[in-house]
Every structure is written in C-alpha cells, then in structure tokens.
C-alpha cells in the first residue's frame, strides 16, 4: 500500500499524474530528477493503455459469458428434445438407449415384504 492509500490502479494513476504534474520541467531546482519524472512518464501513460484494454476486455468477456449462457440453455434445450426423440425411437426399454446415457426401463422390482419387528412397550415407572 502506498503511503497516499490510493489501493485502485486509477487511483494511482492519478496520483502519478499529480506528481508529474508537480514535478514539471519548469520547476527550478529538480532538475536532476528530469530522468525519473520522465520514466514515470512513461509508466504512466503504458498503465493509461493498459486500463482502457482491460475494460475492453472486461466488457467481451461479460458480452461472451451471456452468449454462453444463451447457448447453453438452448443447447440444453435441444439434447432434451432428443432425448425425448430417441426414447419414442427405440422404446423404453430397448437396450440402445444405453449408448445414448439413457436408462432402458427394466421394471420395477417387486417389494418385498420386510420382516416387522415390534417395539415392546416401555413399561410406566412408578415412584
């Protein structure tokens, strides 16, 4: 962190810009600093760019992760409706739908009656 807490990178840009700003070449006295104002220059400007790209880049990817989502849906749609297409197709039961990820009806099991086990009663406590 810097000691003026700018943490945004356009927050330091712009402090950068003020130290540019303050540090002209007109300013009597700094002149041995003219080397590194212009590197800051430099800097400056090359973050300036890089700024503006990612909020390009933000912006398509925002764009692209919409379209995706469209697709999938419709995507997810249309698999549906195969599914669906390929169950009339062969039939509930037939053993192709397995290369399709599709569960064949086999039938149902038969329940079978499971052994009740009674509780014996809990006998009231007298005092």
Known sequence: MTQSGETTYAGKLGEWGRWLA??????AGLEHLEALRVQLEGLAARGSELIRKQSEWTAAKQDA????RVLMV???RLVTLLRVAVRQ???ISSEQLAKF?????RGRRKAVDAPVIEQPKAEPQTE
């Open 22 to 27: 303050a540090l002209s070449p007109k300013e």
């Open 89 to 91: 197709s062969y039939g």
């Open 65 to 68: 992760s919409q379209e995706l």
């Open 74 to 76: 419709e995507g997810e």
């Open 101 to 105: 990820g599709i569960q064949p009806f």
